[in-house]
DNA sequence: TAGATTGTTAATCGATTAACAATC
DNA sequence: TAGATTGTTAATCGATTAACAATC
């Protein structure tokens, strides 16, 4: 879904009024079916022989989502992983905005990254009563993770994005959406072996 | 599947010889038959009443995915991205060798990022045809991610592993896994509407 | 009219879930 | 024996795919 916004975004800025499925499915190199299923998701009506509106249809993308509500956050770790994410120039138009960073290494602190100037755990607490954030990005280390969530969690914040390599433990109302960045390689080493070995069937004896 | 395997790792290094499903399940905070299914699917046997030997579900584990092949890789971009990446412990452990790193710009080249001196883009074809990666990480931006990928496949490459934002465009016999790292925020802000919204099924009139 | 496109309904397939049997 | 655990089979559910109808 979010790549469809995304091309819809070009398409929008170059002017284009109407677009149609088989456009994008062609776009995105997938089946033509999948694309029209993924649109209709949206209940969107589109005109036959023309297409969809370029501009209905990413409104309608954004609410199927949920990227048409504001969803301030508060980023834990300014390492690599951190300003990599911090700097995404699409986040802020999904909605996500990254109002602090935060950091515990003392040589960061004070830097400024993508124009935000990271700050000193001692003031997340402060800050976290006062913003209410709805989101906690967390991008620290594995040992660490567990802690900052801790910490967010006491402090009102419901849902959490965890770039870290654990598994939090938190009570049961707090949501956490976990990225696997390894996620990705197992698909890609599993293609491979696949393409390689021949048409290997998945389970073997 | 990769956070099963991240989890064995650390039992295993602890000594335990022996994993149940259950226990596997509840770290993860999932269905104790989700993760039997999962462990069933690498086909490995385990003794009843103890579960499974920690070693040998790892390996069982790593030859499903296809882990235990060795995946030469060059990463083009030292971004911040790209260090992030590079900096991935696990990926050693998965068969991921980031053998080069490149960059176009002037300033970073020459700089070491975890080990990996980073070189310069003029290097990259003689280098792919002398070391025949496997594997090319793209970490560059939108704009500049085709010509990379172009570049890449040329000289042989066949598996892409695309972190820019765009829909790469490549002959056939190329598989590309892309990563879209919005996609794991439009999974939140999804969670996050229908929590706040109450029961709201997910599509409507 | 012909063709491109959306819209809808049915069929297939696979993954998830459940229930029970086996056994150390 | 009792209990924890794996193993297997069946049932459910949802997503994917296919085929066709509608219409601008």
Redesign the interface.
Known sequence: ???YL??LNELHQEGREYVSCTELAE???IELIVARKDIA?T?LAGSRRRGYRVDELIQAIRTY???D?E?PAVMVGA???G???S??P??AM???QIRYLFDHDPEKIGKVIHGRTVLSMDKLCGILDECQP??GIICVSAKAAQGVADMLVSHGVR?L?NFS?V?LTVPEYV?V?R???????????????T?ENGETP????
Request: glycine share 12%; hydrophobic share 50%; with cysteine.
């Open positions: 879904m979010p790549t995304h091309r776009y995105m190199n998701m209940g989502i949920g990227w509500q969803l390492g690599a992983l300003s990599a994410l700097g995404h699409d986040f999904y909605g996500l709805k989101i849902y994005w390599d598994c949501i959406q990225e696997v960045i390894a996620g990705g390689l197992a698909l890609l080493a599993a293609k491979i072996k393409a998945a389970v073997e004896e």
